[in-house]
């Protein structure tokens, strides 16, 4: 267990080398959802309303994404399948150290990083954009909204991993993995609200795990939903699943390694 | 004064060359990866596709944006599309492969030689693979939106393909001056960051900007003329001084860059190790 | 005979920041700094003539590298002149660029999936050499670098030593007047170093071009060179032959000895200086001379269970030229 500690201060260490990150970042950030913001209101200013969303309901909506993009979103796989395409996958079979947790602990340590610089970031907009934003109207909503997003944490790292897995298989992971991406940002509702969308992509959506990333935190902080738990318990399984599958294409992967030699 | 355009024209004219023998050795490594275009021009080909999906859904809930129609919106995304693809023909991939070659030490490689470096960065990398599947979407959307337009004539045409090479111009600009801060700043994941977004929010039609935004937009980042102003000549919704601010800002855009660039090699040049 | 490189007083300070280790260090480095200097260069002189086929040796650090990039105009110094062919270096103007070529040993500068070839024909284009020149250049160079088989090879198929003597006929082709080398033998097999050091000199003899190379093994001096210019810590500790600095300082060879049974000083005494001991473990030094004899001595009389016969370390060198 001592490992894992260690090995999350050791990437705070690599991570707090980009002090640059969190200018641009605010810098970033602010002007984004300036540029939304513009385009928001000018449909509105023509009588016209989006959905059932108010601007500053949609304006939220997008600097919620803009945000959870960072915080929730995994990017280990970039690194697993570098790992494992140039060998230095081997280093990890030999050392007592458990794949899956190590980097479930990497991907962890860096989520809470960009948390903290994300808080300071959205504290400084939100105080720009004050009359624009919407808050979450209970502290209930506060709290789901929270645990939706570490949850979310969870699942994305966990889909994201079983796509670093696939390298063990497909030597076009990278490509691979852009367009899984568009689909998943997609149905995640990181473009678009989900309930924009024609009926039949929003049944779709439902059905696939991606709402848990994106449109569902984004829902419950904008108080959209108000009994979250029929869906946390849907999330919870969707964890259970993808934890399933990474530990039996972990297993596999590591034999098909073993075997070749990539 | 006769001596300077000479010398002008000849300096263009041998930039000229070195482009076309820098493509054909750009096409030739490209063909050894022949999956790859196939590949990335899938790829490009969704991405565009999410985007008119996108837009189509916006528009089942409105009927314009700052007074653009939907088929308006689909020639600025095309011409997203086209600006981008000139740009990877020219000089996106550089300054993609720019924060490589400071960290391996092969940029020296750019500095000791008869040619500009930032033109030689542009050359050395010339991308066909990565422009071609967003250069065909980008032309079918622009044909398709004009296809609907019922006010748009011929005379528009050339004239757009001008405006489309002063946004390059503009791109170009802009991507200096953001790039320039590698040779100051050496981490640099950000930057591409940066530049992605100012093309990706430059599909949204300039004139959603008002006030202080119209400011910042036209001419700090110019994503409210980047792609609007071309657009606006197809869809005959321009004016003669939008026409001209976007010829100023192209020109002043890239004397800046230009300028900019150059001091930061010389901080490089001073400061590296 | 003209000069081709002149340098006075050439000074070079880096600034780097001081990092802290561990987690407050990183924290604190987001808000402060400490600044602190690295004085590579510290006023060096030298002129060369042109022709010269010059040695800049120097441990690792020392400064080669460094004088390399201010005299082809990737560095600035921070005081101090250098002219070369007239040139100021650091200005970059394209005429001087059209006359000097530098090759970083370990850098490449052809395109990795292209044949060799192709990389030359951009060259000839970014050199604007006209194709007649070009041509005879070409055939020359293959000649010389025996390159005729492997101009059509991707260059990331060729071995270390083969991509070596392209990257050395890409940067010749046109006809510079000086030649800046950085460790061109760094990482090659000693066959392909022997044979770069010939082409090296050979071009050189032909040609008349100004050789300048750096180098931190004495090797490479030895065979190529001329002159010698030795550098360590930002100073110039020597400047002239080869031959002065070897029947000096180089007349050394280093014996590595592992032994089966513990001897005494004096029972090891008359194989030569005994640099250390350490148990079993005896390192000495003799002349180079009688190598071969020694050798065979040690071998003969000494139970030895392992032995290596090593170059003297430049560090050697040029500890003794500072305190000798």
Same mark, same amino acid.
């Given at each position: 267990?001592?490992?894992?500690?260690?090995?999350?201060?050791?990437?705070?260490?690599?991570?707090?080398?980009?002090?640059?990150?969190?200018?641009?970042?605010?810098?970033?950030?602010?002007?984004?959802?300036?540029?939304?913001?513009?385009?928001?209101?000018?449909?509105?200013?023509?009588?016209?309303?989006?959905? +059932?969303?108010?601007?500053?309901?949609?304006?939220?909506?997008?600097?919620?994404?803009?945000?959870?993009?960072?915080?929730?979103?995994?990017?280990?796989?970039?690194?697993?399948?570098?790992?494992?395409?140039?060998?230095?996958?081997?280093?990890?079979?030999?050392?007592?150290?458990?794949?899956?947790?190590?980097?479930?602990?990497? +991907?962890?340590?860096?989520?809470?990083?960009?948390?903290?610089?994300?808080?300071?970031?959205?504290?400084?907009?939100?105080?720009?954009?004050?009359?624009?934003?919407?808050?979450?109207?209970?502290?209930?909503?506060?709290?789901?909204?929270?645990?939706?997003?570490?949850?979310?944490?969870?699942?994305?790292?966990?889909?994201?991993?079983?796509?670093?897995?696939?390298?063990?298989?497909?030597?076009?992971?990278?490509?691979?993995?852009?367009?899984?991406?568009?689909?998943?940002?997609?149905?995640?509702?990181?473009?678009?609200?989900?309930?924009?969308?024609?009926?039949?992509?929003?049944?779709?959506?439902?059905?696939?795990?991606?709402?848990?990333?994106?449109?569902?935190?984004?829902?419950?902080?904008?108080?959209?939903? +108000? +009994?979250?738990?029929?869906?946390?318990?849907?999330?919870?399984?969707?964890?259970?699943?993808?934890?399933?599958?990474?530990?039996?294409?972990?297993?596999?992967?590591?034999?098909?390694?073993?075997?070749?030699?990539? | 004064?006769?001596?300077?355009?000479?010398?002008?024209?000849?300096?263009?004219?041998?930039?000229?060359?070195?482009?076309?023998?820098?493509?054909?050795?750009?096409?030739?490594?490209?063909?050894? !990866?022949?999956?790859?275009?196939?590949?990335?021009?899938?790829?490009?080909? /969704?991405?565009?596709?999410?985007?008119?999906?996108?837009?189509?859904?916006?528009?089942?809930?409105?009927?314009?944006?700052?007074? *653009?129609?939907?088929?308006?919106?689909?020639?600025?995304?095309? =011409?997203?599309?086209?600006?981008? %693809?000139?740009? !990877?023909?020219?000089?996106?991939? /550089?300054?993609?492969?720019?924060?490589?070659?400071?960290?391996?030490?092969?940029?020296?490689?750019?500095?000791?030689?008869?040619?500009?470096?930032?033109?030689?960065?542009?050359?050395?990398?010339?991308?066909?693979?990565?422009?071609?599947?967003?250069?065909?979407?980008?032309?079918?959307?622009?044909?398709? /939106?004009?296809?609907?337009?019922?006010? *748009?004539? *011929?005379?528009?045409?050339?004239?757009?393909?001008?405006?489309?090479?002063?946004?390059?111009?503009? !791109?170009?600009?802009?991507?200096?001056?953001?790039?320039?801060?590698?040779? *100051?700043?050496?981490?640099?994941?950000?930057?591409?960051?940066?530049?992605?977004?100012?093309?990706?929010? =430059?599909? !949204?039609?300039?004139?959603?900007?008002?006030?202080?935004?119209?400011?910042?937009?036209?001419?700090?980042?110019?994503?409210?003329?980047?792609?609007?102003?071309?657009?606006?000549?197809?869809?005959?919704?321009?004016?003669? =001084? =939008?026409?001209?601010?976007?010829?100023?800002? /192209?020109?002043?855009?890239?004397?800046?860059?230009?300028?900019?660039?150059?001091?930061?090699? %010389?901080?490089? $040049? $001073?400061?590296?190790? | 005979?003209?000069?081709?490189?002149?340098?006075?007083?050439?000074?070079?300070?880096?600034?780097?920041?001081?990092?802290?280790?561990?987690?407050?260090?990183?924290?604190?480095?987001?808000?402060? &700094?400490?600044?602190?200097?690295?004085?590579?260069?510290?006023?060096?002189?030298?002129?060369?003539?042109?022709?010269?086929?010059?040695?800049?040796?120097?441990?690792?650090?020392?400064?080669?590298?460094?004088?390399?990039?201010?005299?082809?105009?990737?560095?600035?110094?921070?005081? #101090?002149?250098?002219?070369?062919?007239?040139?100021?270096?650091?200005?970059?103007?394209?005429?001087?660029?059209?006359?000097?070529?530098?090759?970083?040993?370990?850098?490449?500068?052809?395109?990795?999936?292209?044949?060799?070839?192709?990389?030359?024909?951009?060259?000839?284009?970014?050199?604007?050499?006209?194709?007649?020149?070009?041509?005879?250049?070409?055939?020359?160079?293959?000649?010389?670098?025996?390159?005729?088989?492997?101009?059509?090879?991707?260059?990331?198929?060729?071995?270390?030593?083969?991509?070596?003597?392209?990257?050395?006929?890409?940067?010749?082709?046109?006809?510079?007047?000086?030649?800046?080398?950085?460790?061109?033998?760094?990482?090659?097999?000693?066959?392909?170093?022997?044979?770069?050091?010939?082409?090296?000199?050979?071009?050189?003899?032909?040609?008349?071009?100004?050789?300048?190379?750096?180098?931190?093994?004495? &090797?490479?001096?030895?065979?190529?060179? #001329?002159?010698?210019?030795?550098?360590?810590?930002?100073?110039?500790?020597?400047?002239?032959?080869?031959?002065?600095?070897?029947?000096?300082?180089?007349?050394?060879?280093?014996?590595?000895?592992?032994?089966?049974?513990?001897?005494?000083?004096?029972?090891?005494?008359?194989? #030569?200086?005994?640099?250390?001991?350490?148990?079993?473990?005896?390192?000495?030094?003799?002349?180079?001379?009688?190598?071969?004899?020694?050798?065979?001595?040690?071998?003969?009389?000494?139970?030895?269970?392992?032995?290596?016969?090593?170059?003297?370390?430049?560090?050697?060198?040029?500890?003794?030229?500072?305190?000798?």
């Amino acid at each position: 267990m001592k490992k894992y500690i260690t090995l999350f201060h050791i990437n705070w260490q690599n991570s707090l080398q980009y002090r640059f990150s969190l200018i641009v970042y605010i810098f970033g950030y602010s002007l984004y959802i300036g540029v939304l913001l513009y385009l928001w209101s000018a449909i509105y200013s023509e009588g016209q309303s989006v959905g +059932n969303y108010t601007l500053s309901e949609l304006t939220t909506y997008y600097l919620l994404q803009l945000m959870i993009n960072s915080v929730i979103f995994s990017y280990v796989s970039w690194d697993v399948i570098e790992n494992i395409k140039d060998g230095y996958f081997s280093n990890f079979l030999i050392k007592p150290i458990d794949y899956y947790f190590y980097w479930f602990t990497v +991907n962890l340590s860096g989520k809470i990083l960009e948390g903290l610089f994300i808080i300071i970031a959205v504290g400084i907009i939100s105080i720009f954009f004050r009359g624009h934003l919407t808050f979450p109207g209970t502290s209930a909503a506060l709290i789901y909204f929270l645990i939706s997003v570490i949850l979310g944490i969870v699942l994305s790292f966990e889909m994201d991993f079983c796509v670093g897995m696939i390298t063990f298989w497909l030597t076009q992971v990278r490509t691979f993995k852009f367009m899984l991406q568009t689909i998943i940002l997609f149905f995640a509702g990181a473009m678009l609200p989900l309930d924009l969308f024609p009926d039949f992509l929003v049944r779709i959506s439902d059905f696939l795990p991606f709402r848990y990333l994106v449109y569902f935190p984004v829902s419950i902080y904008l108080g959209k939903i +108000n +009994n979250p738990w029929p869906s946390f318990a849907i999330l919870i399984v969707w964890i259970l699943v993808f934890y399933g599958i990474s530990r039996v294409l972990l297993l596999r992967g590591i034999k098909r390694y073993e075997a070749v030699g990539i | 004064m006769k001596q300077l355009a000479y010398n002008i024209f000849r300096k263009i004219k041998r930039y000229l060359h070195l482009y076309r023998v820098f493509l054909s050795q750009n096409l030739k490594e490209d063909m050894i !990866y022949r999956s790859n275009f196939i590949t990335l021009a899938v790829m490009d080909i /969704g991405f565009v596709s999410v985007s008119v999906i996108l837009f189509k859904i916006i528009f089942t809930h409105v009927t314009s944006i700052a007074g *653009w129609t939907f088929h308006q919106s689909i020639i600025l995304i095309g =011409s997203v599309g086209i600006i981008r %693809e000139m740009a !990877y023909l020219t000089f996106r991939r /550089g300054f993609l492969e720019l924060g490589n070659h400071i960290r391996k030490g092969t940029f020296d490689t750019f500095m000791v030689r008869p040619i500009a470096p930032n033109i030689h960065l542009a050359f050395r990398h010339i991308s066909i693979s990565e422009s071609f599947g967003e250069a065909i979407t980008g032309v079918v959307l622009v044909i398709y /939106g004009i296809l609907h337009l019922n006010n *748009w004539t *011929w005379v528009s045409i050339p004239l757009y393909i001008i405006f489309l090479l002063n946004s390059l111009f503009v !791109y170009y600009g802009f991507s200096l001056l953001i790039n320039s801060i590698v040779f *100051w700043v050496i981490k640099t994941q950000e930057l591409n960051t940066i530049v992605y977004f100012f093309m990706e929010t =430059s599909r !949204y039609p300039g004139d959603i900007y008002r006030g202080v935004g119209k400011f910042i937009f036209t001419f700090i980042i110019p994503i409210g003329i980047i792609a609007t102003v071309p657009a606006s000549v197809l869809t005959g919704r321009t004016s003669w =001084s =939008s026409a001209l601010i976007a010829l100023f800002v /192209g020109i002043s855009f890239l004397t800046t860059g230009i300028l900019v660039w150059r001091k930061s090699i %010389e901080h490089y $040049s $001073s400061a590296s190790g | 005979m003209s000069t081709s490189i002149q340098v006075k007083n050439l000074s070079k300070t880096y600034e780097y920041f001081k990092k802290e280790a561990g987690l407050t260090g990183s924290l604190k480095s987001l808000f402060w &700094r400490e600044k602190l200097y690295n004085e590579a260069l510290k006023g060096i002189s030298f002129k060369i003539d042109e022709g010269e086929l010059i040695g800049f040796l120097g441990p690792n650090g020392a400064g080669k590298t460094t004088t390399l990039k201010i005299l082809s105009g990737i560095l600035y110094p921070t005081s #101090g002149e250098a002219v070369v062919l007239g040139y100021v270096p650091w200005k970059r103007s394209p005429e001087y660029q059209r006359q000097f070529s530098i090759v970083m040993g370990q850098k490449n500068q052809l395109w990795w999936d292209l044949p060799a070839q192709e990389s030359f024909q951009l060259n000839k284009e970014i050199y604007e050499i006209d194709t007649k020149t070009y041509r005879n250049n070409l055939d020359e160079l293959i000649e010389l670098f025996e390159i005729k088989d492997i101009l059509d090879i991707p260059v990331r198929k060729l071995s270390m030593g083969q991509r070596m003597k392209c990257e050395l006929s890409a940067a010749l082709l046109h006809s510079p007047r000086v030649l800046f080398l950085d460790e061109p033998t760094i990482g090659l097999d000693i066959i392909s170093q022997e044979k770069i050091r010939h082409y090296i000199s050979e071009y050189n003899k032909i040609k008349k071009t100004t050789v300048l190379l750096t180098s931190h093994y004495m &090797r490479d001096v030895e065979r190529l060179c #001329g002159r010698v210019i030795v550098i360590n810590n930002g100073i110039i500790v020597y400047d002239g032959s080869v031959q002065d600095l070897m029947n000096t300082y180089g007349k050394h060879k280093i014996i590595r000895l592992r032994l089966s049974k513990e001897y005494t000083e004096n029972g090891l005494a008359k194989y #030569g200086e005994i640099l250390e001991r350490d148990g079993l473990c005896v390192v000495l030094k003799t002349g180079k001379e009688d190598i071969a004899a020694s050798t065979a001595r040690i071998l003969n009389e000494l139970p030895v269970e392992d032995l290596s016969v090593e170059e003297i370390e430049i560090e050697e060198v040029i500890k003794k030229i500072f305190t000798g």
